[in-house]
């Protein structure tokens, strides 16, 4: 195990549907990311908190809402969503702001659905 | 911003055999290099990464060569084993605060 934790593990939602992602991290790491992880495509790095504060949005739909309240635990609500915003959605945690020196420990992901 | 290719898709292998998964990277000024392998069900784990001033790094069964000229790096592993079946992806980063860009993956089959 990473020591990142992703619930639940797999969720459908219609579009009308409003659910939250939660991710916990047990390794006292400073930093947390939200990827979006879709078929064939890199990826995409949607929101970056350090020390609970929100340092990078990359242009996500407010349709995703991300939370932070403490350093170990991050949330991604989501409300009337898209059938293209399916994918795996991946909580990683890194002790500062990755780059040198500064390994990201992925969780397992959340499979997501929206019908 | 950083653009990171990323070839082949998809890599199929005879167990045994040795794998090479190659990427480019666009920002000159990058200079961190890691490489992640994702397992069906489970999210990336860093398996390897180099930094810009040496220019191989072995682990044991797994290497990492970097050409900074050519903007390149590539991922070396030998006797592969059904268990380096995963999807790897290569990233690069331009500094310490600096969340890498991904490729986007490749899927390496190693066939028993």
């Known amino acids: 195990e990473t020591g990142v934790t992703q619930t639940p593990r797999h969720l459908v939602m219609g579009m009308t549907n409003k659910k939250s992602l939660k991710c916990e991290q047990h390794l006292g790491h400073n930093a947390m990311y939200w990827y979006k992880q879709s078929a064939k495509k890199p990826l995409e790095l949607m929101f970056v908190y350090s020390l609970e504060e929100r340092v990078e949005n990359n242009s996500v739909p407010s349709r995703f809402s991300p939370e932070c309240p403490n350093s170990s635990h991050l949330f991604l609500h989501l409300h009337t969503l898209q059938p293209e915003d399916s994918a795996l959605y991946l909580c990683a945690s890194s002790q500062e702001l990755a780059g040198v020196g500064n390994e990201q420990f992925f969780g397992p992901g959340t499979r997501l659905t929206v019908l | 911003g950083e653009n990171v290719e990323q070839h082949p898709s998809t890599l199929s292998v005879q167990e045994g055999d040795s794998a090479v998964i190659k990427c480019t990277y666009s920002d000159s000024a990058s200079n961190y290099f890691p490489w992640y392998k994702q397992e069906l069900g489970k999210g990336p784990q860093l398996i390897i990464d180099?930094?810009?001033?040496?220019g191989e790094k072995k682990d044991q069964r797994i290497a990492v060569t970097l050409n900074k000229t050519a903007k390149h790096f590539s991922l070396h592993i030998t006797e592969t084993q059904p268990e380096d079946s995963a999807v790897y992806f290569c990233a690069a980063s331009i500094g310490r605060s600096y969340i890498p860009t991904f490729g986007r993956g490749t899927s390496l089959i190693v066939h028993p």
């Open positions: 180099i930094r810009s001033n040496v």
